[in-house]
Each structure stands twice: as C-alpha cells, then as structure tokens.
C-alpha cells in the first residue's frame, strides 16, 4: 500500500513569509509526529499526534511553529515568519498506534532565502 | 537526559563486514531502532530491538545490544555499495505513556571497490 506521503518535496521561500507544510499518512495510522532535519543532523521531534489532538508539542521551537490534524488523518505543519534558521527537511512519521513502529515520509526540505 | 551517540564515519571495502556503533542515555528505552537514509531520501526502517533482548538477526543485519552499557551496534554482512547511505540509530521514548524517537546524528557509511 501507499507509504506516508509528503507535499511539496521542496519548498523555497522568502524571510518573513508562511509557509505550509502537508503529510498524508498512511490509510489507518492513528498516530502521526513531525521531525526536523537539520543538514548533518538526526532527526529532532517536533510533534505527537493521536487522532487529531496534539498529544506532545514539547519540541516545537517557538510560537511561530503550529500544527494541526483537524480529522485525525491529514496533517499540516504552519511555520509563519520564517526565518533562514528554519530551513531543514521536515519529516512527517506515521504508526499504526502509539507505540508502534514509525514509518517516515520522504520529506519536504524547505530553504529560507 | 536523552542522548544519542554515533560515530560520524565508517569506511568499508565492498563484501566486508560493517559494524556501526551506538550509545544511547534513556534506561527506560524500550526498543531501539536503526533507519537507512539514502541522499535526498527519507528514512528507512531497517531494523529494531526490544530492550529485554541481547541480539536480533534479520539476513545480512545483526543487531546487538548491550543493555547494562547502554551500547547498541548494527552489522551489516557482505557490505555492497548499495548500502551506502546514512545510518541513524534511535531509542524510543515514552513520556507520559506515548512514543517519540531521539536519533543520533548518523554514520555515513561509504563501502568501495
């Protein structure tokens, strides 16, 4: 079946511009995180999803970062008034249930110009 | 605190053997995982342990874990170029009952002729 898929795979934008990032989940994972990339670095959580509330936004780095999953199945990241710190690959996972394995999503790499 | 440690570098000849090393801080980890992230890839799930084995053999992968040292190390038989890529161990943790990865910072993994 589809894998987690994520729009769009690359995204460029201007210093103290929005910018939204999608991931679509596998069909039946109720659990969804998002994890920043940063270049040479691992993967850093950002945000927990089960069902559509954010069960642990602990590692979003400041008020400027949202997410949401208003129907338990698609997700956006917001990011508003990027800044050039912001660019990285943003992952979004899925899993079956809290708990299970999480499978990643190719990623959308964002530049800050 | 949650941290993770991987060497940066490992260098192989083609049809050797590859073992790639990590230490991890959490004792309350339950399973620990490796993910493959070939260049401009996501991750890829690999392979994982739970926490109350000492070593899981999956074809060419061999996983052993050292719980006592908090030591986690992947094997990987008969080294192809094909396994080129990045290699990221991650320990799962579990605050207040849900699941997030800490990933370390990856090995790049160069096998040649």
């Known amino acids: 079946g589809a894998g987690v898929s994520q729009t769009p795979s690359n995204k460029v934008t201007e210093k103290g511009k929005y910018v939204e990032l999608r991931c679509d989940p596998i069909?039946?994972?109720?659990?969804l995180y998002w994890y920043r990339q940063s270049l040479g670095q691992g993967p850093e959580f950002l945000i927990y999803f089960q069902g559509t509330g954010a069960a642990d936004d602990s590692g979003l780095p400041n008020d400027r970062f949202f997410a949401v999953r208003p129907e338990g199945s698609v997700s956006t990241l917001k990011i508003q008034r990027t800044e050039r710190g912001d660019s990285a690959v943003y992952l979004c996972?899925?899993?079956?249930?809290?708990?299970?394995?999480?499978?990643f999503g190719p990623g959308t790499r964002l530049l800050v110009l | 605190g949650e941290d993770v440690e991987q060497s940066l570098f490992l260098s192989v000849r083609e049809g050797d053997s590859s073992v790639i090393n990590c230490t991890y801080t959490?004792?309350?980890?339950?399973?620990l995982y490796w993910y493959k992230q070939e260049p401009g890839a996501g991750l890829q799930l690999l392979t994982y342990i739970f926490s109350n084995m000492d070593m899981k053999q999956d074809q060419r992968l061999t996983v052993l874990l050292n719980k006592k040292d908090k030591h986690l190390s992947l094997r990987i038989a008969d080294t192809q170029t094909g396994d080129s890529a990045i290699y990221f161990c991650?320990?799962?943790?579990?605050?207040?009952?849900?699941?997030?990865?800490?990933f370390g910072a990856g090995t790049r993994l160069a096998v040649h002729p």
């Open positions: 991650a320990e799962r943790v579990a605050p207040g009952g849900y699941n997030k990865l800490i």
């Open positions: 959490d004792s309350s980890s339950t399973y």
């Open positions: 996972a899925s899993s079956l249930g809290t708990g299970e394995t999480q499978y």
């Open positions: 069909s039946g994972h109720t659990a």
